[in-house]
């Protein structure tokens, strides 16, 4: 299983000519992944993504300031066949949009979660509109149910 993990750019603002720190929560997801899965972690304010690439998984982190470029990513990404699943700040505040875009959405911290995430969503081919924990799956066929 090949899994990208996207920390998107704030494409939109000026760039500031200053020390850039990445994000440590995809670092933190990547360890908790299981040991036979291919990561690559990709920091936009720091690298380009690979776009020529395929990935089975695409796990992005969602802040409000990058919810425009978040969503076009999820989008481009399920367009090609991969799952995708979002999380941050923004899908945890604003879930019923964040789900329009991805599989799956992480309510919450993703560390209790991530790596039964990943094994539910290698094993289910289709997923219906369930909650796990604080983990929101939804199928192309049904709408979520969201319930806190």
Sequence with gaps: MKLLLISPSYKFRKKLR????PQLSLHILASLTPSDVD???VDEEIGE??????????GISCM??????????????RQRGS???????HPTILPQEAIQHADAIVIGEAEGCWQMSSMILRR???????M??????????SKARFSY
Excluded: H, P, W
């Design 124 to 130: 289910e081919g289709s997923m219906n509109s369930t």
């Design 39 to 41: 990561i690559t972690v």
């Design 83 to 89: 799952k995708v699943v979002l999380g941050g700040i």
């Design 64 to 77: 409000t300031a990058t919810a425009n470029r978040s969503y076009q990513l999820a989008d481009t990404y």
């Design 18 to 21: 200053a020390i850039k720190i």
């Design 132 to 141: 796990y924990q604080n983990l929101i799956f939804q199928s192309f066929r």
């Design 49 to 58: 993504i690979d776009f020529s690439s395929d990935f089975d998984l695409v």
